[in-house]
């Protein structure tokens, strides 16, 4: 079993900047694809980014392509999702997630273990 905790959230102003973190436990942490999803109110949950196991591969969606970098440190069990440029439009409470298979990295349905959430507020 994997848990997940991810922290790092807040009120920042557009333009401005976050670094989110998912910290996991268990010794398996190495082998596992994580991803980042957010949902808004009154929206489905979305896919963010997702890295693999080592750090060579990531995926971002594009809205976020160029402003946000997925990371990993596999010795401290955490994954980073460094938010940059921030837009009103990123509001939203963010997910890491454990990818547990599935034909598509971009669904949730391809995830089994979740964290809580850390909310991000981008506002003037």
């Known amino acids: 079993q994997v848990q997940l905790a991810e922290s790092g959230g807040g009120l920042v102003q557009p333009g401005g900047s976050l670094r989110l973190s998912c910290a996991a436990s268990?010794?398996?942490?190495?082998?596992?694809?994580i991803g980042w999803f957010r949902q808004a109110p009154g929206k489905e949950r979305e896919f963010v980014a997702a890295i693999n196991c080592s750090g060579a591969t990531t995926y971002y969606r594009d809205s976020v392509k160029g402003r946000f970098t997925i990371s990993r440190d596999n010795a401290k069990n955490t994954v980073y999702l460094q938010l940059n440029s921030l837009k009103p439009e990123d509001t939203a409470v963010y997910y890491c997630?454990?990818?547990?298979?599935?034909?598509?990295?971009?669904?949730?349905?391809?995830?089994?273990?979740w964290g809580q959430g850390t909310q991000v507020t981008v506002s003037s």
């Open positions: 997630a454990r990818r547990s298979g599935g034909r598509y990295y971009y669904t949730t349905s391809s995830y089994d273990y």
């Open positions: 268990g010794r398996t942490f190495s082998t596992i694809t």
